[in-house]
């Protein structure tokens, strides 16, 4: 039998000739078409930024008064115990619910003359890039006052009221973020008589029901007044905040359409077309996290339970405020802090600027976003007279 003579040995295999061969193959490579000019690198979210440069810091006292989820009396995230014509879609959190529905109104809704979306100022920074992303027009209505450090009504009211007819406004159902501050009942009232008069498009995001009051009734109020007055609008729901499910991204989007005789065949239009967004986009939702929402939402004893749960978080965190400012009357410290027990949910818009917020930081430790938005959760009993004194010296140090 005959045999052949082995094959030489490849160049290719000499790890020296490897390289080369490699280099060639990059020197001779085509450029990409994705230059920095047509793919500028991101800048760094300002919040996810804060998170990383406090893990880094090693100072025993330091404290995370930025990032907006429900810490314990320990610092700790505490796991709940009991972990007229509308179509509902699950969606990824409250976030993939906000996209949802602008993807919806980007695409569909009727906007002959151009019409912004309105957003509150300040409002959550997603909204802008959300928005953006699907190339809708952005206009903000005045919301936060500097001076009273409550709701501007009057500047609220007036932007909305002189918006182009059929607008897209956008509002936070409770516990606004960032600021902390909500219309009253009266003034949703007045808010929702504009809105109809100029035929505005009502889209609610609800992120923090039951953080707010720490009843759900109470936080619902906004969006089920106006969907008791008719109101064809939508809504963005998430479970993250009020069933501690951040990681699971539970959530929901809902569309509900007014009353009318051809009502039925209206939202199954409108939801056959988010489903053929939705299944473009994520195909089907994760199960776990909406599977637990199910459960306790109906189960009655486990929603009695969850009502608890809300009871807790929400109360701790009303308390937190009250330690807080009275940490800071006893202190002396310069200007007015009636407004931290004055606004509600889990933020607090302290007033501090940019320059004191950095310096803050440096000096104690203490980490907050630059607009000087601050997570109450993120505070305790260990840590509140901290703080407290952190913010009476940088304000004495700074006026």
Same mark, same amino acid.
């Given at each position: 039998m005959a045999h052949r003579s082995p094959n030489p040995p490849s160049t290719s295999a000499n790890p020296t000739n490897r390289l080369a061969n490699i280099k060639g193959h990059m020197d001779g490579s085509t450029p990409t078409v994705f230059t920095s000019d047509n793919v500028p690198q991101a800048p760094e979210d300002p919040l996810f930024g804060l998170m990383a440069a406090y893990r880094k810091d090693n100072f025993e006292k330091k404290v995370d008064l930025g990032i907006g989820a429900y810490r314990d009396n320990n610092a700790k995230p505490w796991v709940l115990p009991v972990v007229k014509k509308v179509v509902? =879609?699950?969606? #990824?959190?409250?976030?993939?619910?906000?996209?949802?529905?602008?993807?919806?109104?980007?695409? *569909?809704? /009727?906007? +002959?003359?151009?019409?912004?979306?309105? *957003?509150? &100022?300040?409002?959550? @920074?997603?909204?802008?890039?959300? =928005?953006?992303?699907?190339?809708? /027009? #952005?206009?903000?209505?005045?919301? *936060?006052? /500097?001076q009273t450090k409550g709701l501007d009504f009057e500047g609220m009211r007036s932007t909305i009221e002189q918006a182009p007819e059929g607008s897209i406004m956008l509002l936070h159902a409770c516990a606004h973020n960032p600021t902390g501050v909500d219309p009253t009942r009266e003034q949703w009232e007045e808010l929702s008589k504009i809105i109809r008069a100029k035929k505005h498009f009502p889209f609610f995001d609800c992120a923090y029901q039951g953080f707010a009051s720490g009843n759900l009734e109470n936080d619902a109020w906004a969006v089920r007044y106006f969907v008791e007055q008719g109101f064809e609008l939508c809504i963005a729901q998430s479970f993250?905040?009020?069933?501690?499910?951040?990681? $699971?991204? @539970?959530?929901?989007?809902?569309?509900?359409?007014? @009353? &009318?005789?051809?009502?039925?065949?209206? #939202?199954? +239009?409108?939801?056959?077309?988010?489903?053929?967004?939705?299944?473009? $986009?994520?195909?089907?939702?994760?199960?776990?996290?909406?599977?637990? @929402?199910?459960?306790?939402?109906?189960? /009655? $004893?486990l929603f009695t339970e969850w009502e608890a749960n809300l009871r807790t978080m929400s109360g701790r965190i009303i308390d937190m405020r009250k330690a807080l400012r009275e940490n800071l009357e006893k202190l002396?410290?310069?200007?007015?802090?009636?407004? #931290?027990? $004055?606004?509600?949910?889990? *933020?607090?818009?302290?007033g501090l600027t940019e320059k004191q917020v950095l310096k803050i930081r440096e000096d104690a430790h203490v980490y907050m976003t630059k607009n000087g938005r601050i997570s109450m959760a993120g505070l305790n009993t260990g840590n509140v007279e901290y703080v407290a004194k952190a913010v009476d010296k940088v304000v004495r140090e700074t006026n």
């Open positions: 509902s =879609f699950q969606t #990824i959190s409250g976030t993939g619910a906000v996209h949802l529905g602008a993807l919806f109104l980007s695409k *569909f809704y /009727p906007r +002959r003359t151009d019409q912004p979306v309105y *957003f509150s &100022s300040p409002t959550w @920074a997603n909204h802008n890039q959300i =928005f953006s992303n699907v190339h809708l /027009p #952005i206009k903000t209505y005045p919301y *936060f006052s /500097p993250a905040k009020n069933f501690g499910l951040y990681g $699971e991204r @539970a959530g929901a989007f809902h569309f509900v359409t007014g @009353a &009318s005789s051809d009502a039925q065949n209206t #939202i199954a +239009r409108i939801g056959s077309q988010l489903a053929i967004l939705q299944r473009s $986009e994520i195909s089907n939702p994760p199960a776990y996290g909406a599977r637990i @929402a199910s459960l306790v939402l109906n189960d /009655p $004893e002396g410290t310069p200007g007015s802090w009636k407004h #931290i027990t $004055e606004q509600i949910g889990m *933020f607090s818009f302290t």
